[in-house]
Structure formats: structure tokens, C-alpha cells
């Protein structure tokens, strides 16, 4: 019955998939968590609601990555500098930096994503493979009404 194996066959590619995104989490994450860590910082500035943030992105690999960096938009904060995405080659850790003025008590999310080394890693450096990975990071921010 060909015209059923047709109709059978996406459930059964699918199925594959989730059991193979299982398996993948259950044995590697751990070091698949870890390729990058997050930290991020928020300092008060000299007027009332207004900060300094600072993101830290540390590469925990032997080899250098070319990493994307955000923040998400967010209705309750306008950024006093540009609302900056980064992408820098990255093989140590790097520092990133936003100023916002918020409005209302809210959560920055900041993000990070492993993009293709050319053009960001100088050509020779040993770089880590292209992954699709991610790592965001929140933090509150306070509002003094
Ligand atoms: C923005 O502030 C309003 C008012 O406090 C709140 O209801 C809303 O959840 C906030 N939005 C975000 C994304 O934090």
C-alpha cells in the first residue's frame, strides 16, 4: 500500500528526530550547555532608572567562536545608546555594553548565538565548529517608582 508508507512516513521522520534530540540531550549537555557562559551586569547610572548594562560572554572552548550578541525589545526600556547587536570573534571573554532608561519593573534578556567564524575570526586562528547553539540570560530590573 504505497499511497499509506507516503502518509506514515513524516510521523515516522518525526519520531526519529525527537528520539534523536533526546539521546542528544540526555548524553551531551553538559558540554553542550557550556560552550558559552552569560553574566550579566546592571549598574545604576547618575539619574533615577536609568543603567548601565553589561553583558559578559566567556568562551569555555579551546578554540575561538564568532558569537552574535542581543538584547530582546522590550516596552518598558528605551536604550539611551544604540539598541547595539554585536558579533565579535570571541576567544576569551568579552564585555558588551548597553545604557537604557527603564519605564516599569521588567526583565532584560540578553542572547547569544554562535555564528560562521568568516569574516569575524581573523583567517588562521583555530576556531571552534559552527554550531547552532544559543545561551540567553535574564535579568531583573529594579524601577524606583
Ligand atoms: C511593562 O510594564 C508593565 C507595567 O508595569 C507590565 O504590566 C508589563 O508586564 C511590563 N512588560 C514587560 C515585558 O516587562
Not at 6 to 11: A, D, K, N, R, W
Not at 96 to 101: A, K, L, P, S
Not at 116 to 127: F, L, M, Q, V, Y
Request: contains cysteine; aromatic residues 8%; proline residues 6%.
Amino acid at each position: 500500500m504505497p499511497s499509506l508508507q507516503v502518509l506514515y512516513q513524516p510521523g515516522a521522520v518525526m519520531r526519529l528526530l525527537i528520539v534523536c534530540l533526546i539521546l542528544k540531550t540526555a548524553h551531551g549537555q553538559d558540554d553542550w550547555n557550556n560552550l558559552l557562559s552569560l553574566n550579566m551586569n546592571i549598574s545604576p547610572m547618575n539619574n533615577a532608572n536609568q543603567f548601565e548594562v553589561k553583558l559578559a560572554i566567556t568562551n569555555n572552548e579551546n578554540k575561538c567562536m564568532a558569537v552574535k550578541v542581543s538584547t530582546e525589545d522590550n516596552p518598558n526600556i528605551t536604550y539611551l545608546s544604540a539598541h547595539a547587536t554585536y558579533t565579535a570573534c570571541i576567544c576569551a571573554t568579552n564585555d558588551f555594553f548597553w545604557e537604557i532608561q527603564v519605564s516599569a519593573k521588567t526583565f532584560l534578556q540578553g542572547k547569544a548565538e554562535v555564528v560562521s567564524a568568516k569574516g569575524i575570526c581573523p583567517d588562521g586562528e583555530k576556531t571552534y565548529p559552527v554550531t547552532t547553539y544559543m545561551r540567553t540570560v535574564a535579568h531583573e530590573i529594579p524601577v524606583t517608582p
